[in-house]
């Protein structure tokens, strides 16, 4: 009986390693594309006029995240400090490091969204409609007038 | 969850320790099972923390292994060898498909369709956190079933807190079944143990946080530099805080992970030591990452016949694990490129220059063997193989690099004092520092320094917010 209960065992821990395979090919996948090439189409439905693309530096000064962890990243920021506008989109496949990220760049927009509340409505309202996402693993996200058509971009390149 | 963030040090480790000591009985036996049970659950939530998809995986793994164990061992009490083989071979395999398939697949399916010019189509999954860690402790523990070393484990539980040890689960170091049989079942944690493991953990926290991440922010920034425009001392300069940079990342971590260990009644193996003062690369891959080296040792090596077959197979041997050693760490080029990098050299010193090296002083061996790890850092660190050519171009100036410039005099400028200073904690040099004789003196000193480091370590945890381990990608 006990043998029995071993082989049943082995037996289902194969069924449920299928199992979890096939569900997890049906959940969300890695993009094969790389951010700067996701980015390209996003870059042209989005308006990023005054803004200037970041390296490594700009990367880990604005959200702390370090140059090795992503798999890629393209980053626009400007450098006027009252310009909000910006678009980050960062590959990462590891997901724990995905999840750690995507929190950085959520704490800076909070951040944001709370020091131009007081004084700044058209900044504030930017912000306030920012689209900030982490799927597929990209962390996408835009502050702009047309953060929303950016996204719309960005989903159907993945 | 990282061991250096504030969830796990301010919520996680208190609630942890304090259900793992919660007295629930005077039979030595049922304690024991009790805090096997807190450890796995505790562990799962961990795990769980940062990849909760993917501990079904690890629960399928550990349910199908612990199945096998006790089946090899049932087939051999019934004189059924061959079935035991057979049962073996099918676990291998299993876990072998395992890991292949959620960290090799995108690579050889990518590799495939570059060199046959096919379409197969990438599965693309993330790479579930630990799974090179958890699958290596999982076929120790079958191997070593099916060898007779030790005894298949009867009961879940502790099989499964083995497998998913918080400590060690993420980042290691690899501990081997036969290494911690006798601790799943009886185990103690006296105060100087407890005491102990506070030490290792600061410590590690210490070599992460302070030292780490410093050291990190300098390569960061370096890498941010064109390496056409870059000199070779401002090269070099990058490669040695790389250098620093994953000896204390991974030290550290290994030091929290043994000091983790001991506060909850384990002994963990040493994972380094002081691997930079390495006279030789045989020497440096005893130092370094020595639970790794020792499993492919045990369990590739010598299943392969290790030396005792000739000359030309000892050659083979020794390529086939340094290119899997190289693969362990991630399914890209430059890893294997790293791997074999060492089974070559390493074949090199056995085979040409070991009398040659007899005759070398000591310290001109540790600087020579100092260098050539660096040159295999850059082929580690690289995101592709051209890149670390191009890297290693600039730092031999090849191309029309300067020797040094002024960014290699502001670097050196700048952070030449945390250099040195984490260039004699990495060489040991504070280890070799005398210790008070009096036993009182030797408590408050090392309370004073520990506390000082903690204190130091929490302060720069709330200004810095991000601090990835660069050994959880393995």
């Not at chain 2, 890893?335 to 070398?360: Q, R, S």
């Amino acid at each position: 009986m006990k043998q029995l209960i071993i082989k049943l065992g082995e037996v289902v821990s194969i069924v449920c390693l299928i199992a979890f395979i096939m569900f997890v090919n049906a959940q969300d996948k890695v993009s094969e594309r790389s951010a700067p090439e996701v980015g390209e189409s996003v870059i042209s439905v989005m308006n990023l006029e005054g803004t200037v693309q970041q390296n490594e530096k700009g990367l880990r000064k604005q959200f702390g995240i370090e140059a090795e962890a992503p798999d890629s990243f393209i980053y626009y920021k400007s450098e006027d400090v009252m310009d909000v506008r910006e678009l980050l989109i960062v590959k990462v496949t590891d997901s724990s490091l995905g999840q750690q990220m995507f929190s950085k760049v959520e704490k800076v927009l909070t951040d944001k969204k709370n020091l131009f509340e007081a004084y700044a409505p058209q900044q504030s309202a930017l912000l306030e409609n920012a689209v900030l996402v982490y799927e597929n693993s990209f962390i996408f996200f835009a502050v702009g007038e047309d953060a929303r058509a950016a996204y719309s971009a960005f989903s159907d390149s993945l | 969850m990282v061991f250096s963030s504030s969830v796990f040090l301010f919520l996680f480790l208190p609630l942890t320790l304090a259900l793992y000591f919660l007295p629930l009985s005077r039979n030595k036996q049922k304690e024991i099972s009790k805090k096997n049970f807190v450890l796995l659950a505790v562990s799962l939530i961990f795990y769980a923390w940062g990849e909760p998809t993917y501990i079904i995986l690890m629960l399928i793994s550990i349910y199908f292994n612990f199945n096998i164990g006790v089946d090899i061992e049932h087939q051999f009490e019934k004189g059924r060898k061959r079935t035991a083989k057979l049962i073996f071979l099918c676990a291998v395999l299993f876990n072998l498909f395992v890991l292949g398939y959620f960290k090799y697949a995108g690579f050889i399916t990518e590799n495939l369709n570059s060199i046959f010019g096919l379409s197969l189509e990438n599965n693309n999954l993330p790479l579930p956190v630990g799974i090179s860690f958890y699958t290596f402790q999982i076929l120790s523990y079958v191997v070593d079933v099916y060898c007779g070393k030790v005894k298949a484990q009867k009961k879940l539980i502790p099989f499964a807190a083995y497998i998913t040890m918080f400590p060690q689960l993420i980042a290691g170091p690899i501990v081997q079944y036969s290494d911690i049989e006798r601790q799943l079942t009886d185990r103690a944690v006296t105060k100087e143990k407890f005491a102990d493991g506070i030490i290792f953990f600061v410590r590690g926290l210490g070599k992460k946080v302070l030292f780490a991440n410093t050291i990190g922010a300098v390569y960061t920034e370096i890498l941010g530099f064109e390496i056409q425009e870059m000199s070779m001392a401002t090269a070099w300069i990058g490669i040695f805080c790389y250098t620093l940079q994953i000896y204390f990342d991974f030290s550290g971590y290994s030091d929290m992970a043994v000091g983790l260990g001991k506060m909850l009644g384990f002994e963990f193996v040493r994972n380094f030591n002081f691997p930079y003062t390495a006279i030789s690369i045989t020497d440096f891959w005893r130092r370094w990452h020595i639970s790794l080296s020792s499993w492919f040792r045990d369990y590739v090596y010598i299943p392969l016949g290790g030396n005792r077959k000739g000359t030309a197979r000892t050659i083979l041997n020794i390529l086939i694990v340094w290119s899997l050693t190289g693969l362990w760490h991630g399914a890209e080029w430059t890893f294997i490129a790293w791997g074999g990098f060492y089974g070559i050299l390493l074949l090199a010193e056995k085979y040409l220059l070991k009398d040659i090296l007899k005759h070398i002083p000591l310290t001109v061996r540790r600087i020579l063997t100092l260098i050539v790890v660096m040159i295999g850092w850059v082929f580690f660190s690289s995101t592709d193989i051209s890149s670390a050519f191009s890297y290693l171009g600039a730092m031999f100036g090849i191309g029309s690099n300067p020797i040094f410039d002024s960014t290699s005099g502001y670097l050196l400028s700048s952070n030449g004092f945390a250099i040195v200073l984490m260039s004699l904690s990495a060489f040991g040099f504070f280890e070799a520092m005398p210790r008070p004789k009096n036993k009182y003196a030797l408590v408050i000193s090392n309370s004073v320094i520990y506390v000082v480091i903690f204190v130091l370590c929490i302060a720069y945890l709330i200004s810095e917010t991000y601090n990835p381990f660069l050994y959880f990608r393995f």
